[in-house]
């Protein structure tokens, strides 16, 4: 190792900027290193300990959200295929304002109409912009809020407030069954919760909203259902996902 390069490396080693140090030998081995200017040459080791760590960041993230291994892009989203999409508003989310604006999106389709790829597609594009995501389907959620509310009720407030305060939170085959008491209680006051603190749920559904009371059963289901329906509609978006005929 070239004698003035020890100490460097040593330092970068200790701050486990390890992608670096490989970088700046190899610089420093090649016909090219006399070109380098000290600009140069600090933007060159930097850029790619810069991306090896944005890249760890994003697989951290996907992994977290459990969304790893997906291939969904919002890119696909399109009109075309056998699908038609409301593509103005894709355009307009794509961006992920909505997540800033503090807003939600309701995908709505029949049976295999490319919802959950959708969801997925957002919150790959979430995760990769750094917002912490969770993509997980509604009735597993609920049921397993329902369990720990049932066996631990210090459990569940910790666990009630963790979903409550993700960022983004996907919520696949929104109310595709009918929930008891119980349940009904515990989506209202996760939806309640997200709502006061301005974080973004999308949620997929194939039926319209107008039913959704119909899947509540909870003394003045009729208030509570309306209120989830409003805080989840009223305050984002609503896509349209149909077949081609």
Sequence with gaps: MHKHLQDIDEML???DLHVMGRSLKAIMKSNNYSSYDPLQLFRAILSEEYMFQLNASIDRNLKLAKLRGSDAQIGNLKTGNGRLYQDSTIKQLSSLEFIADRKNIA???ESDAGKTYASKAFGIEACRNGYRTLFTDFTDLIDYLYI???TDMNKYK???NF???IQ???LDDFLITHLGNDRSLILFSLIKNRDELGTSTIITSQYDPSTWVSFLESDGNFAMGDSIRRRLLNNGYTLLIEKAV
Excluded: A, N, Q
């Design 148 to 150: 720990l509310k049932s």
């Design 13 to 15: 080693d200790f701050l």
């Design 158 to 160: 910790k666990k009630l």
């Design 107 to 109: 995908i709505f389709g």
């Design 168 to 170: 983004v939170l996907i």
């Design 163 to 165: 979903y409550s305060r």
